[in-house]
Structure formats: C-alpha cells, structure tokens
C-alpha cells in the first residue's frame, strides 16, 4: 500500500519509522498486555461507536470490535502504511465486518462532532507534535459523556532514555521524550484543559531488570525520530560530540549495574476523562 499523506518532515520519520517496525511489532507480548488493559478500563460495551488513534497492527481495534459486535463500530486511524497492512490482514483473518481503517494523520482528523462513545490511544500520545491540541481536536469527536483512554509514560519510564537526557543536558541538549505526560499532574492538567472532567489516573508498573546489553543498545543518538521535537535535538552536536555522549551514556549505565541487571522502569499512567454531559461539540 502506498503511503499518499501528505505529511510534514517530523510525521514522514514517525510513519517511515513505523512502516520498518511492523512486520515484528507483535512479537512482543508487551503492548497487547498494555492495550487490552486500557481497553479494560475503558468499560467498552455493545453497540458502541470507538476511535481508535494510532491504531498500529489493530490490536485495539480488534479487541474492541469483538466487545461492540455487529451493532457497533470501530475505527483505526494511522499514519504508517506498514502498519495498517498488518491491520488487514488480522481482521480479514477474524472476519470482523464491523472495524474501518484509515490512513490519516491524528493531529488533522475531520470526522463530524460528537461521533464516538470511546476514543483510545494506545503508547503514541507522545508523537503528537502539539498534545493540547490534539486533545482538543479529540473532544470534538467524542459525543456528551463520552470518554477518552491514553497510555501516557512517566518521566522516570525507560532507562536508556533516563539515562540520555542526562547525558545531554551537559551538552545544552533538552530531549523532552515522556515529559510532557510524565507525572499523575501533567496528565490531569492535559485533560482538563482540554474540557474534559471526571479525570481518573491508574498508575501500573510494567517494568523489569534487563541486561547491561539491552540497556546500551537503548541508545539511538539521532537516527531514531525524538518525539514531539523536530529536527531531532541531537542533530546540534558534531559526530565527535555524539560518540562521546554515547560513551558517557554507556558509563552512567555502568554505575546502575546490579546483580540481577539494570532496573528499566515502565511506569504507565492509564489516563481517562469524560466530556461534560452538557457539552455541544467542538470548542
């Protein structure tokens, strides 16, 4: 399938990125686990219409067209053809009649006020060039008493980019990776000002010691899109610079090394708001 967005240079790298990624994406366990606890707790039922953002290889979508049956409706938007190629194919291997795919770009969605029951991000909050924004846009989309689900990571989520950022700071880099989501605050005061109110937060530990190996090969420099910044930050410094961060970046993984490996916290935050029953619409 061919990608014919029209995207800027920032959403090219995330879709190219993606595209790569998909024909492996589902050979980890990890973001099914995630993604169907979202869906948990999204209290999704019959007939009940859902969008479904970043929509990836469909494992929301899928899981959520199961629970609405034929009566309902789901929709997957995504930016990367590679990863919607692998979304046909699981739901034309299930059957489900009832689910619509779409390449499209999140942050420029047109579909009409008070459309949906549910909207669900799983893991891709943090691409969005202007969250705010896109939350805004997102409200519109939800009927009165409608609710929105988002996976957002904590500050202190993944080490290697714990680890990077400090590193970094020493050369006048800021690398703003999970920050803009990364406390139980930043993701209330997102929704809220988003119009959304009844606010819940569910913080939940995903993470696990892995090896000093793993951990080093976390470093990406520049050739990784960095999200919500554009160019990436790290294209500032000189090669000689960035292999010199990168040998920093591996000596402060050094110190973190115990017995039973490096500690690489995943700390979710399962984020939920509604939009006020009295709402009209759009802003």
Not at 8 to 35: M, P, V
Not at 149 to 175: D, P, S
Not at 227 to 237: D, E, I, N, R, V
Request: aromatic letters at 10%; charged letters at 20%.
């Amino acid at each position: 399938m061919t990608n014919q967005l029209e995207l800027n240079d920032y959403k090219q790298e995330i879709a190219d990125l993606y595209s790569r990624r998909s024909q492996t994406y589902d050979n980890s366990d990890w973001h099914s686990q995630i993604a169907h606890r979202l869906i948990d707790y999204a209290q999704i039922g019959p007939g009940q219409h859902i969008l479904d953002i970043a929509t990836g290889t469909g494992i929301v979508v899928i899981e959520a067209a199961q629970i609405v049956g034929s009566e309902g409706r789901v929709v997957g938007v995504d930016i990367s053809s590679g990863m919607l190629d692998q979304a046909r194919r699981k739901i034309a291997g299930l059957g489900l009649s009832n689910v619509e795919l779409q390449l499209a770009d999140a942050e420029a969605l047109n579909f009409p006020a008070n459309s949906f029951d549910r909207i669900l991000c799983s893991s891709a909050l943090i691409w969005m060039a202007d969250i705010p924004a896109a939350l805004r846009l997102w409200h519109g989309f939800l009927k009165p008493g409608g609710i929105i689900g988002f996976h957002a990571f904590a500050e202190t989520a993944f080490v290697g980019g714990v680890v990077a950022q400090k590193v970094v700071e020493k050369y006048g880099i800021t690398l703003a990776f999970s920050k803009p989501t990364g406390t139980v605050e930043k993701c209330h005061d997102l929704l809220q000002q988003a119009g959304f109110e009844a606010i819940e937060i569910k913080p939940e530990q995903y993470g696990s010691y892995i090896s000093l190996e793993q951990a080093k090969a976390m470093w990406t420099g520049s050739s990784h899109p960095a999200p919500g910044q554009f160019p990436h930050p790290l294209s500032q410094l000189s090669s000689e610079q960035l292999a010199q961060a990168k040998v920093e970046f591996e000596a402060e993984l050094e110190v973190l090394k115990t017995e039973q490996g490096i500690w690489n916290d995943v700390t979710i935050f399962f984020t939920f708001g509604r939009k006020p029953a009295d709402s009209l619409g759009f802003f």
